[in-house]
């Protein structure tokens, strides 16, 4: 009964150690993920925007003006504020795959407790332990791993596209506005 018992402080030892880590990782991550929610509000808002209001000043010049110059700017433009505001939208999805290492480490709880109840207890058990939580923690940190790193290439899609889709609008805007 010894033996179980100690292995039971044991297993609430890991429970509250792992469950201050994932909070102070939570703690950390938390204004990373807001100011990402924030930017991606930005950015479709932007996005959607100047996709609207370039239509409407080319509606604009187009009763006003007897010929317009570079045309092609504009459907690349387009194009280009589309695939901004398809990868803003895009985001928030592998966002959730990023963010699910608490949730992916929830699950893997009663292996990690069955794994620690299995330790022989004549071993040194702070290897055994370190071993078993990183075997339960690199399955999920991996997996978040590569939203964090397709959620991070959607951002730069998004903000590049907006950005030369500005430019090109800028280069048409002075092009016909002041020719």
Do not use: C
Not at 7 to 33: F, N
Not at 135 to 144: E, K, L, M, R, V
């Amino acid at each position: 009964m010894t033996e179980w018992f100690d292995k039971q402080k044991l297993v609430e030892a890991v429970d509250q150690h792992l469950d201050s880590t994932l909070d102070r990782v939570d703690k950390g991550w938390d204004p990373v993920w807001l100011s990402q929610i924030e930017m991606g509000k930005s950015m479709l808002a932007m996005s959607s925007g100047t996709l609207v209001v370039s239509i409407s000043f080319v509606q604009y010049l187009l009763a006003n003006a007897t010929t317009l110059s570079s045309v092609w700017l504009l459907p690349t433009a387009w194009i280009l504020l589309t695939i901004s505001i398809i990868t803003t939208i895009l985001r928030y999805s592998w966002m959730t795959r990023a963010r699910t290492f608490r949730i992916m480490i929830e699950y893997s709880r009663s292996t990690i407790r069955k794994a620690l109840r299995d330790i022989n207890t004549s071993d040194d058990i702070g290897p055994v332990v370190d071993s078993i939580l990183n075997a339960a923690i690199d399955t999920p940190w991996n997996f978040s791993k590569k939203g964090i790193q397709v959620h991070d290439a959607l951002t730069q899609s998004a903000f590049w596209s907006f950005a030369l889709a500005l430019i090109l609008l800028l280069i048409f805007t002075t092009r016909n506005l002041f020719h």
